[in-house]
């Protein structure tokens, strides 16, 4: 089972400020690396799919990058909307499927 | 417009099972695998499993392998999870998303409640 870490658990920061969101697997999953983000009592949704490809309708402030191992969500400028938790999830080596602990970015 | 439409909460009690569905609409249903997502309270994600709705094949993680079920029913473009010996650690959200380079669309979500 392929582990996904990520760090840092949580990220307090203010808006206008730029988010670096880290994810890194036990195991090489090549660019099969999602990002979704979670809003309280909503479902998550796909913000980044194939390690670097903004899914429809996601604001190009979201980016993703890197491949193998090490994996990065960044925030341009964080809006007051984009506070909220952030997961990675790896597809390239399952079953299982498996999903990163989360990333929280709150309001410094 | 892709909508995936949950079934309604759950209470049941330890031992018991129960059986979730999620209604798929605005897309060609056999298209594309769909997959269960469950979110214990306060929790992470976890994936439960998968179906691919074109012939029905399953894959589960070895985790729910013996108490997990999903079927699906062409007709009405619905899909059903099955999961039996329920126990308190079952108690979470359970969600269905839809597969298309990443899990694009998501379902409500179902709360499953397992108490005694």
């Known amino acids: 089972e392929i582990v996904l870490t990520q760090s840092p658990a949580t990220l307090s920061l203010s808006p206008g400020e730029r988010a670096i969101l880290s994810c890194r697997t036990s195991q090489s999953v090549s660019t099969e690396l999602a990002w979704y983000q979670q809003k309280p009592g909503q479902a998550p949704r796909l913000l980044i799919y194939?390690?670097?490809n903004r899914a429809t309708g996601i604001p190009a402030r979201f980016s993703g990058s890197g491949s193998g191992t090490d994996f990065t969500l960044t925030i341009s400028s964080l809006e007051p909307e984009d506070f909220a938790v952030y997961y990675c999830h790896q597809r390239f080596n399952w079953p299982p499927l498996t999903f990163g602990g989360g990333t929280k970015a709150e309001i410094k | 417009q892709v909508q995936l439409v949950q079934s309604g909460a759950e209470e049941k009690k330890p031992g018991a099972s129960v059986r979730l569905s999620c209604k798929t609409s605005?897309?060609?249903?056999?298209?594309?695998?769909l997959h269960w997502v469950r979110q214990a309270p306060g929790q992470g994600l976890e994936w439960v499993g998968m179906?691919?709705?074109?012939?029905?094949?399953?894959t589960y993680p070895q985790k729910f392998q013996d108490r997990v079920t999903m079927t699906r029913d062409t007709s009405t473009s619905t899909v059903y999870m099955e999961l039996s010996s329920l126990r308190s650690e079952d108690t979470a959200i359970y969600y269905c998303a839809r597969d298309a380079e990443g899990f694009d669309v998501w379902g409500q979500g179902t709360m499953v409640t397992v108490s005694s």
């Open positions: 605005g897309y060609t249903f056999t298209a594309n695998y």
């Open positions: 194939d390690a670097s």
């Open positions: 179906i691919f709705p074109r012939d029905g094949s399953t």
